[in-house]
């Protein structure tokens, strides 16, 4: 997500940002219009939707107040939009053991157990149980688990451990 020269890619950011708040608000199952009438000063529709677009930019005063009608703190917004930008996750993908996604007891995971164990079922004889997943996968299956996708990624890197 970094130039070559070193520069950030301020509207890369911004993207990422913007995609940060909107799971957040998704995963509370608000309308823009609710997470709007929970701000404390207030903004038009359009304003919040160009955010969560990353396609205006947000002062920290003005997002710190969206996280805390959120009700998550803006630290950790920022920690998960940093790594998410400057870390491997953007670039790339992860590797998934699908043996020990199925296996595992982590409640949270339930969903993702239950797909794992179906895709075990359906792998030809002497297949490897390990797939490829996208961030764009990863960012599905994170709010199908409802769970912050740098929360997700974290777990089941884990899991591969």
Known sequence: MQSVT????????????????????????????????RL????????????????????VVRLV???????????????RVHERFFGDIPA??????????????????????RWAAGRLHALPPGAPPELHLDLPALENMAQLCQLPTVELIRTLRALNR
């Open 65 to 79: 107040e969206i996280c805390h009608a959120l009700d998550v703190p803006a630290h950790e917004v920022l920690a």
């Open 40 to 59: 404390q000063t207030e903004i038009s529709l359009q304003t919040l939707a160009t955010y969560e677009l990353g396609t205006r930019q947000c002062s």
């Open 92 to 113: 790339g993908h992860l590797a998934l053991n699908l043996a020990a996604v199925a296996a595992t007891d982590d409640p949270r995971l339930v969903p993702l157990k």
């Open 6 to 37: 070193g520069q950030i890619d301020t509207a890369a950011y911004q993207r990422v940002l913007g995609d940060e708040i909107r799971s957040l608000r998704k995963q509370r199952g608000w309308t823009r219009k609710e997470l709007n009438k």
